[in-house]
């Protein structure tokens, strides 16, 4: 069942696709301050001199999120679980682009949360984190999805267990689980 909010989301999400300048305006009103925190959140992971401020990364996945379909978003927390992923997309590119500049060196180094317990407060690069969802994208694409919604959205498992349709139970396995895959993979 949809939130009035999570509703709202999706209604003004075609209302902006059809070109009705309020209802972008509103939809932003309505998404800023959760889609701040995302950003917010990567940015803090990041421990490089940065090339791009939080309300910078806000902006970027906020156009690319509304050229997407109405149709694409069943619910709020959809919503919000495509806005980490594009956020996501957005730094490994330009993580990417600088490593590529840099012949073998400065690859953009970021510290691990210590709620994924990856690697006991140790820092890793968010190329070799990518690399490593990719890999478990292979191996286990809901457990990928788990991490993504988890630990770059911010969801609870009651949130992600209502995205991918599976119970809160089995969301907390998913998670401990990949976390344990994960901190293998990254240890290698």
């Known amino acids: 069942m949809q939130s009035g909010r999570g509703s709202e989301i999706i209604r003004l999400l075609g209302a902006s696709r059809n070109g009705e300048p309020e209802a972008e305006a509103r939809l932003m009103e309505v998404t800023y301050r959760e889609l ?27 156009l690319r999120l509304v050229d997407q379909a109405p149709a694409t978003w069943r619910d709020r927390a959809h ?51 990518e690399e490593a969802l990719e890999r478990l994208q292979n191996v286990d694409g809901r457990q990928a999805q788990v991490v993504e ?7 609870s498992e009651d949130e992600i267990a209502e995205v991918l349709g599976v119970s809160a139970r089995t969301v907390n396995r998913e998670w401990r689980m990949a976390r344990a895959w994960l901190y293998t993979e990254l240890h290698r």
């Not at 919000?80 to 490994?92: D, E, K």
């Not at 919604?149 to 969801?155: E, L, N, P, S, Y």
Request: proline share 0%; glycine share 10%; net charge positive.
């Open 149 to 155: 919604m988890r630990f770059f959205a911010g969801m």
């Open 36 to 62: 701040r925190k995302i950003a917010a959140g990567y940015m803090r992971r990041e421990r490089s001199a940065r090339s791009l401020q939080a309300t910078d990364l806000v902006h970027e996945a906020y």
């Open 79 to 129: 919503f919000f679980q495509g806005a980490a992923h594009i956020m996501r997309q957005i730094l490994v590119a330009r993580a990417r682009k600088r490593h590529a500049g840099k012949r073998g060196g400065g690859v953009l180094q970021i510290s691990l949360d210590r709620a994924l317990d990856i690697a006991e407060a140790q820092s890793g690069d968010l190329l070799g984190l």
